[in-house]
C-alpha cells in the first residue's frame, strides 16, 4: 500500500517542478531585463556582456530576455493553474509553451557557442532550465 503513495505522490511532483524551473527562469529573465549587462555580467569583458549586447540580443527590435519575461509569466500561470485545477487543455498548454521555448533555447545555444563564441550564464539558466522542463514533460509519465 506504502508503494502506491509513493507512486501518486511522485506524479503529483512533476508539476511543481516545472513551476520551480519556471520561477528559475524568470528570474533570469528578470535580471537580463533590468539590470544593465556591464553590473550583471560582471564587466564589458565577460561572455555575457557580449551576448547581450551582440546583434542577436534582439529579436525583431525587441530584447530577447522581454520575450523570456512574457513567455515565462504564462508558463507560470499555466502551470499554477492546472496545479490548482488540472485539466488536459492545461497540461497541452504547458507542453507546447515548452516545445516552442526548447525551440528557441537550441537556437540561443547554438548562437552563443556557434556564432558569437561567447556564453552568458543568465541566458544558459532559462535555456537549460527550458530544456529540461521539456524533458522532464516528455518523460514523465504520468497515471
Known amino acids: 500500500m506504502e508503494k502506491n503513495s509513493d507512486s501518486k505522490m511522485k506524479h503529483r511532483l512533476k508539476y511543481p517542478l516545472l513551476l520551480i524551473i519556471f520561477i528559475i527562469c524568470f528570474i533570469s529573465s528578470i535580471i537580463l531585463s533590468f539590470i ?16 547581450n549586447t551582440s546583434k542577436y540580443a534582439e529579436l525583431i527590435g525587441i530584447k530577447n530576455c522581454y520575450f523570456g519575461l512574457i513567455a515565462f509569466s504564462i508558463l507560470i500561470f499555466l502551470t499554477i493553474w492546472h496545479i490548482l485545477k488540472p485539466k488536459k487543455y492545461k497540461k ?8 516552442v521555448g526548447s525551440i528557441f533555447a537550441v537556437y540561443f545555444i547554438y548562437l552563443q557557442f556557434i556564432l558569437i563564441k561567447a556564453c552568458c550564464q ?6 537549460i532550465g527550458t530544456l529540461i522542463g521539456l524533458a522532464l514533460n516528455l518523460f514523465w509519465k504520468e497515471k
Not at 544593465?36 to 551576448?51: D, H, Q, V
Open 122 to 127: 543568465y541566458c544558459m539558466v532559462v535555456d
Open 36 to 51: 544593465p549587462p556591464e553590473k550583471a555580467c560582471g564587466g564589458t569583458e565577460t561572455g555575457c556582456y557580449i551576448i
Open 92 to 99: 497541452q498548454l504547458v507542453f507546447v509553451g515548452l516545445l
